[in-house]
């Protein structure tokens, strides 16, 4: 059964770093992307980042660009998120999902009744 689940989250003070990981169970099922969306309370889900499991392109929210990068180890079937400078507003709870990279920019996203999405990790970012 397809399972992911994320780790690294916690509380830390602005301008500090985490780094978020997320274990896929099966990576045998059929799937072009991986990453993240977080959602901050009262507030819609929002997109992260992305990385395309073909061509490794990937996908960073405005908001993040520049603070945050991506990345896989395909051997340990696990991918990351390592954050840095945090600021309060990186304040959420983080998912990890398998939904393709061009869901990224649609808007309006769900993760309502899919398998595909971890159950999240809360990252803190307050003095």
């Known amino acids: 059964q397809l399972q992911l689940v994320e780790s690294g989250g916690g509380l830390v003070q602005p301008g500090g770093s985490l780094r978020l990981s997320c274990s896929v169970s099966?990576?045998?099922?059929?799937?072009?992307?991986i990453g993240w969306f977080r959602q901050a309370p009262g507030k819609e889900l929002e997109a992260v980042s992305c990385i395309d499991v073909n061509d490794q392109t990937t996908y960073y929210a405005d908001s993040v660009k520049g603070r945050f990068t991506i990345s896989r180890d395909n051997a340990k079937k696990l991918v990351f998120l390592q954050m840095n400078s945090l600021k309060p507003e990186d304040t959420a709870i983080y998912y990890c999902?398998?939904?393709?990279?061009?869901?990224?920019?649609?808007?309006?996203?769900?993760?309502?009744?899919?398998?595909?999405w971890g159950q999240g990790t809360q990252v803190t970012v307050s003095s």
């Open positions: 099966e990576y045998s099922v059929g799937y072009s992307g």
């Open positions: 999902t398998l939904e393709p990279c061009t869901y990224y920019t649609g808007g309006h996203y769900s993760r309502a009744g899919k398998p595909y």
